[in-house]
């Protein structure tokens, strides 16, 4: 490790990715290098290992999950000691099938398919069953697909979800995914308390209510206790030992296959000696009738008439005389039986739904009775009623749960023997054999069992015997004891689950609350998620309704459901190198079609549990995005994301944006100081207040020297630059290049930063503050020649001075102004950037000024107009004064500071002379004819610049050369107040002087207290003659004052007047 970290500070090796094979070590890396027969590549063998020891390491690859040591350890005196692990042999039948067949089957089945069929109809509720089955079935083709493209460790289904498509969608379905299993254990329990105060034990229930009405709500609180208290029982045998739990599994396995086998044994039994369930019906509604023995109202017993408990129930008295319920009195009593057999034709009735709402009566079709007058006693008389309102969505949610479960083969990929063979073909051939059963279930019980019997959902009518255990052979007990541990089996099993796959979200670390769920005991049992998940599941108990928890983690899984599809689909599409599944039987359609059948049924199940459940799974993506510690994992989403830039790109290319979509995309040239610091932070500030995160920013710098000796400190000063834009919340790009001097760094930046259309088009720099003091001339000579690279590249300059000064992200200006000299026009980006300033909180509170200049020919007042006009249609509020700059007389000082400009440059030059002259023997002896571009040291003599170069519009740029030519000298009365120094001067630069003089007291006098100031940049002079006189011109311009932004044009409109 040490060797590893020099070399990575040293800059001449590039860190090394981690070794994607698992069971990777340090040591492997020694011996590499044995003999002399591959001296070639003696200097790559640490980087780049021998072909020979890379299929050592792969043949004793063992597929065992790293961290995985749940019981393989023991505890000794001196510690937890690792026992070794054999290698596992678990084949696809034990590995898979029989899992998924163990998670699919279950408690919906035994409590609900009969109810399901019953209210639904037989058509209607296989149609339910095709689409959830179609559904799992897609699914687990997408979930082959991810499974068998390369290792799938513990996790399963997050491993793959979050491996395919990022840390943001794998850490959203994954808690949605723990918490759908995680209320499915609730939902287990909850069968298992129902079993048990239903139809094992109904004399233990602690709550009994004393009158009819309050029978319902009695037993939701029975569920609650005795729900509590399971679950508290069966933590705690998670909590002991899985080893428990594991060594269970066998058993609850063979009680579903048992009841399984009971109830197609029924079926056939029925066609040849139907099981004998009675059922009671008066007139046309079915009766309770656990209360009663004979389904009569009177009988006569040796030539006497007496009436039976039937007759107590619905009369006052057991009189022949009392008064009785009306409905009973007008109908009769019928007995006919609930199971009438597999040819008895009852399968024509049970076709149909019948969909009712909560407290409707269970009435048989077809069978003829007189209605009553009077209802209102009808919930107090022992009729069978409806529990809950009833309709086709409802039963989807309720439903869905029975499919889930088809996971648990790749949960247990790391112990099979095979598991990118396995996996595939048991989890299919299982979905296919539930669906099957499911279907063939659906059709069974609407041929078999009574309508009045189906859709009684506790047995009530068949003296409180599990409905589907009335069809069972040899007894109904063989359901009810096996679906009761069948439940206990799943609880448990969801219990153990949950609790890992939330620690094995949690030591991913992409969730940093959860990271206290990734700590569990000694041998690796998650102690803390397993209280985590105690706590949720406690919630699904106190909701005490199956039918009420159902559809909530039908939404869970159907949201990870959805993930699966969309992970395949996205890997298929993009085509990446690594997808190579060995499960070829796959295709993106069949994936988009899974992926919206799951968005279809979570909202035919319940529109507002969908819209929670996706909103759940939203907050915990923007979190993970927003907070989480940052993975790269090749996800599929990275590489959708490039495919889509990709194809933007090329649509962009070379295509000039129109001027109503034209935003300034900077190139920001920063600073670094020599601890490769970012030296002017506030540039950053000042980005991220112009831009606000739209359009295109790149952030660089340049070091001078060269890349093979620089290239470690490139990467730390590109770090340095990412962590500071950071903190100015500066969204973009940052790049540092190395070249040989900083003038072609700066240069080659310039040309070709950004790709394709996706350039920039605007410069953002500071202006060199310490020019002056500088012990050389390159700086303001580096300065000059950006200033001309940008003109040559038809770019936008913005230079700021004082950057320091400027406010941070943080602060808030409460009032004050922009103020916006607009000497001349170049494509108006000076009105622009304050209108693009406002929209950041911290400038939003100033008004906007604009001043412009007005010449002795100008009529002012129709300027005004004439640009407030221009301002009303470009959409901007402003307010604009006209400032009147009249022809006046050079001053004194003026001609002073022409003076002492002029002196200065020349001692410049001077000294520039003496250390060309050092230099001169060396150029004769390397005789080099070509000059680098960034070369500022040649000494090609300057020719005086005696033309005036103005920076406004082209017509008075005519006349004030007109007028320069019928005025070659200056004014007759300055004749005779000039000193002799002042002749030799350049009349160029005293015209340029007085000009710069004379603008800055107007700007001074209206905008020294402005916010900010905006200036019109002047251009460089032609030749470079005049460099360090443009540098003063610039000085003098903007002198007294606080922030200015000099801005330069690109050359073209930037701003329009049009929609």
């Not at 340095?720 to 900083?742: I, W």
Request: with cysteine.
């Amino acid at each position: 490790m040490e060797r590893g970290e020099g070399s990575r500070r040293s800059g001449d090796v590039t860190p090394r990715e981690s070794s994607p094979f698992i069971n990777n070590t340090d040591q492997d890396q020694e011996n590499y290098y044995d003999g002399k027969n591959m001296a070639l590549f003696e200097e790559e063998i640490e980087s780049n290992p021998m072909v020979s020891s890379l299929l050592n390491k792969l043949a004793n690859y063992t597929n065992l999950t790293q961290g995985v040591t749940e019981h393989e350890e023991y505890e000794n005196e001196e510690g937890v000691t690792k026992i070794r692990v054999k290698s596992p042999q678990m084949g696809t039948f034990i590995g898979v099938y029989l899992p998924c067949m163990q998670n699919i089957l279950g408690v919906i089945l035994f409590l609900r398919l009969t109810w399901i069929v019953g209210t639904a109809g037989i058509l209607e509720s296989f149609a339910i069953v095709v689409m959830c089955c179609t559904c799992t079935m897609l699914t687990a083709i997408s979930m082959s697909a991810i499974a068998t493209n390369g290792v799938v460790p513990a996790g399963g289904s997050y491993y793959m979800i979050s491996r395919s498509l990022g840390p943001e969608f794998g850490g959203a379905v994954g808690l949605c995914f723990y918490l759908g299993t995680t209320f499915a254990g609730s939902m287990y329990i909850l069968g298992t308390i129902e079993i048990l105060l239903t139809y094992i034990v109904p004399n233990a229930a602690v709550f009994v209510a004393e009158k009819k009405e309050g029978e319902a709500e009695a037993m939701l609180n029975n569920m609650r206790v005795y729900g509590t208290c399971c679950l508290a029982l069966m933590a705690l045998v998670v909590f002991v030992g899985v080893k428990y739990v594991n060594k269970l599994a066998l058993v609850f396995l063979a009680c579903v296959v048992l009841s399984i086998m009971a109830i197609y044994a029924g079926v056939i039994k029925t066609v040849i000696e139907p099981p004998d369930f009675p059922i009671c019906l008066l007139g046309n509604r079915s009766l309770q009738n656990h209360n009663f023995e004979k389904c009569v109202k009177t009988e006569v017993i040796k030539n006497v008439t007496y009436t039976t408990k039937l007759w107590e129930l619905f009369c006052d008295s057991r009189h022949l005389n009392a008064t009785c319920d009306e409905y009973f009195t007008l109908n009769n009593v019928t007995e006919i039986q609930g199971i009438p057999g597999l040819l008895s034709g009852v399968i024509k009735d049970n076709m149909w739904g019948d969909y009712g709402p909560s407290g409707m009566l269970v009435e048989k079709k077809r069978q003829s009775s007189v209605p009553a007058q009077d209802n209102s006693r009808d919930i107090y008389m022992p009729y069978v009623f409806n529990d809950i309102s009833t309709f086709f969505t409802l039963l989807v949610g309720i439903y869905f749960p029975s499919v889930t479960g088809i996971m648990a083969g790749s949960n247990r990929s790391g112990d099979l023997r095979d598991a990118q063979r396995s996996i595939p073909f048991g989890t299919i051939l299982a979905i296919a054999t539930t669906s099957f059963i499911y279907m063939t279930c659906v059709v069974l019980f609407g041929a078999c069992i009574e309508g009045v019997v189906l859709r009684d959902k506790f047995g009530d009518s068949v003296k409180k015997n599990l409905v589907i255990g009335t069809l069972a052979w040899p007894s109904p007990w063989v359901i009810v004891i096996g679906s009761f541990f069948s439940c206990c089996g799943a609880g448990l099993q969801s219990l153990t689950g949950a609790p890992r796959l939330l620690q094995a979200i949690a030591r991913d670390g992409i969730v940093p609350f959860l990271q206290v769920f990734g700590h569990g005991k000694a041998n690796g049992e998650p102690t803390w998620a397993l209280l985590m998940t105690a706590g949720i599941c406690e919630i699904g108990i106190l909701i005490a309704s199956l039918d009420a928890v159902a559809p909530i983690l039908s939404m869970f899984f159907l949201m990870c459901y959805l993930f699966v599809n969309l992970a395949c689909a996205v890997q298929t599409l993009l085509r990446t190198p690594n997808w190579r599944p060995r499960f070829k039987f796959y295709h993106w359609t069949l994936s988009f079609l899974g992926m919206s059948l799951c968005v279809s049924l979570m909202f035919i199940s319940s529109w507002y549990y969908a819209l929670v459940a996706m909103s759940i799974a939203g907050c915990i993506y923007k979190y993970i995005e927003y907070r989480g510690a940052e993975k790269e994992w090749g996800d599929g989403i990275r590489g959708l994301s490039l495919n889509a830039a990709r194809y933007a790109l090329i649509r962009l290319e070379e295509v000039q944006p129109h001027t109503k979509n034209w935003r300034p995309q900077l190139l920001v040239l920063l600073k670094l100081d020599s601890d490769l610091g970012v030296k002017h932070p506030r540039l950053l500030s000042f980005t991220t207040q112009l831009k606000a995160g739209k359009g295109l920013t790149i952030v660089s710098s340049v070091l001078e020297g060269t890349y093979m000796t620089l290239g470690a400190e490139a990467k730390s000063a590109e770090q340095n630059v990412k962590s500071a834009m950071h903190a100015e919340r500066t969204k973009g790009f940052c790049h540092v290049v190395v070249s040989s001097n900083l003038r072609d760094g700066f240069s080659h930046l310039i040309q070709s930063a950004g790709l394709g259309g996706m350039k920039h088009n605007a410069v953002l720099m500071a202006w060199p503050g310490a020019w002056k003091q500088a012990e050389d001339s390159y700086p303001w000579k580096n300065f000059i020649e950006t200033v001309r690279e940008t003109t040559s590249a038809h770019q936008a300059l913005l230079v700021a001075k004082n950057i320091d000064k400027f406010p941070s992200s943080e602060d808030r200006l409460g009032e004050g102004t922009i103020d916006v000299w607009w000497i001349v026009h170049d494509g108006g980006l000076l009105m622009l950037l304050p209108f693009l300033l406002r929209q950041h909180k911290v400038w939003r509170k100033c008004k906007m000024r604009i001043f412009t200049v007005a010449q002795m020919d100008d009529n002012s007042i129709q300027m005004k107009k004439d640009l407030q006009m221009f301002l009303y249609h470009l959409r901007l509020n402003a307010v604009v004064e006209v400032v009147e700059m009249h022809d006046s007389d050079i001053a004194a000082f003026t001609y002073e500071k022409t003076l002492v400009m002029e002196q200065r440059s020349q001692m410049l030059k001077q000294m520039q002379l003496s250390r060309n002259e050092r230099e001169r023997e060396a150029q004769l002896i390397t005789k080099l004819g070509t000059k680098s571009h960034g070369n500022l040291n040649d000494n090609a003599p300057a020719t005086p610049d005696h033309r005036v170069h103005m920076t406004w519009t082209k017509d008075k740029l005519i006349t004030e050369r007109n007028r320069n030519r019928s005025e070659p000298n200056v004014g007759v009365k300055d004749l005779f107040n000039m000193k002799p120094e002042w002749e030799s001067l350049n009349q160029s630069n005293v015209r340029r002087m007085h000009t710069a003089v004379k603008l800055n007291e107007v700007v001074v006098n209206k905008s020294q207290g402005a916010q900010l100031v905006l200036l019109n940049m002047p251009g460089p002079p032609k030749t470079k003659g005049g460099d360090e006189n443009y540098m003063e011109f610039l000085e003098v311009l903007m002198d007294g004052l606080d922030r200015v932004l000099l801005v330069r044009g690109g050359g073209r409109e930037v701003i329009t007047i049009y929609s």
